[in-house]
């Protein structure tokens, strides 16, 4: 999801009481809030936006003006708001600080994942170049045919989502509630979250890369194109996997898509996946039940191919992030698509904000008051390299890594936000990269 990570934690500091003096102003304004998909940049993207955003942070640029530096010429034990000899932005990523509010909105407290293999067995999908492999994938009592995988994407994102509930990484989201009468803790302690799986290649997905995200809503409208296919998904699981309405609210439609046929903004524009909530009445009516099977309030994720996500002939959605070749080619589909479906858990409104002044209702869940930055985007692409966008990760704290499934599968992974972690500051958490315990502290 989301806007991303890099770069030193000096800064970080620095920024601090500039976030703390707009978080008033914010509040404020929040109503006039528009809603918006909650993407997942490239590494390329993210390091490019985050340092854009430390520059607009750097002490010249804050009010009130900064500390003076120390005349002896040492660094306090605390960092210090100021340039005081710190050194410029390492090339790697570090989380962006501060922890997460609660707006109001719903959570998932029960997670819920169905997987969609749109258009993967269409004529085009796949580059002539290659092999076409077919793939049986079984999880649990569910099973499904693929006619093509020949990298093993589509069966490494099911064994991923049916292997990621209960694990150290999972558990990090069930510090979050949903709020009321009483907090509803998020549930991540069911082993399988995955709940269905369809391989659709009856609705053509022959037009999306004709879409665009600018195009009137509509057919020609690429994210009404997308949550048209996620409207028709949940047709499917309601009669074929018992999908009911109360079920439907803690669900996220994840709608992978083959190489050649992938979200074309995605190729184009610098983002990995996104995730987003089906409404009526937001986004100037792109996800108008009309589009979608007239199914609405539910949550989808786009999932591109990350593979086919290059930049100057480098893959930046994830490829070896965590693990060498050939192990690591698919790190990227556990990473993005886990940073996918822990935002929605936590965040299934995206954000959306209906009405404004002081008649505002708040969609969304648990997101940074300051850059509504979710729990995956403040930890996302921590430690890693973005002049090389591969592997070695860099050994700090809160970096990418790899954890093992519930069935004993291992998966590369990104880090998670945590309000608990550091002892209530918050760090990012989850990866086996966490921060050292010390006593007092989680």
Known sequence: ?????????????????????????????????????IVMPT???????????????????????PVPCPENGYLPSTPVTGPCGITELPATGLPLMGNMAYYGGHVDVHPRVYVVYWGWGEKGAWPKSGKCRRERIREGAMKVRLPCDPQGAGRYTANWVYQMGGTHWAD??????????????????????????????RNSIRGLPKTSASSPAGKKNTYTDLAAEAGRAVKYFERHHKLNKSELAD???????????????????????????????????????????????????????LLAINSGGVNVCGKDAVNPAPKGNLDGFSIAFGHEIQETITDPGAEDVRGSGTSVQYLGGW??????????????????????????????????????????????????????????????????TDLPSTPGTL
Not at 374 to 398: M, R, S
């Open 172 to 201: 990090v989201s069930d510090q979050y509630y949903q709020g009321g009468t009483a907090h509803r803790y998020i549930d991540t302690s069911a082993k399988h979250w995955l709940k269905g799986m369809w391989v659709d290649d």
């Open 367 to 432: 997101y940074d008051t300051i850059d509504a930055d979710e729990n995956g985007d403040k930890c996302a692409w921590v430690g890693e390299n973005p002049t090389t966008d591969q592997e070695p990760v860099l050994p700090i704290p809160g970096a990418l890594g790899d954890v093992k499934g519930n069935r004993g599968q291992t998966f590369a992974v990104q880090s998670l936000w945590s309000n608990d972690a550091a002892g209530g500051a918050g760090y990012c958490a989850g990866a086996g």
């Open 251 to 305: 669900s996220n439609i994840v709608v992978m898509q083959p190489p050649n046929y992938s979200d074309p903004n995605a190729l184009s524009t610098g983002y990995c996946a996104f995730h987003d909530w089906i409404a009526k009445g937001f986004e100037k009516g792109i996800y108008d039940p009309k589009y979608t099977d007239g199914v609405e309030g539910v949550a989808y994720t786009n999932a591109p191919y």
């Open 43 to 65: 590494l390329t993207k993210a390091y490019q936006e985050q340092t854009q955003y430390f520059k607009a942070h750097e002490p010249s640029n804050l009010t009130p003006p």
């Open 1 to 37: 999801m989301g806007r991303e990570v890099k770069l030193h934690m000096s800064n970080r500091v620095r920024s601090i009481s500039f976030v703390l003096a707009m978080a008033g102003v914010l509040a404020l304004t929040a109503g006039q809030a528009s809603a918006k998909r």
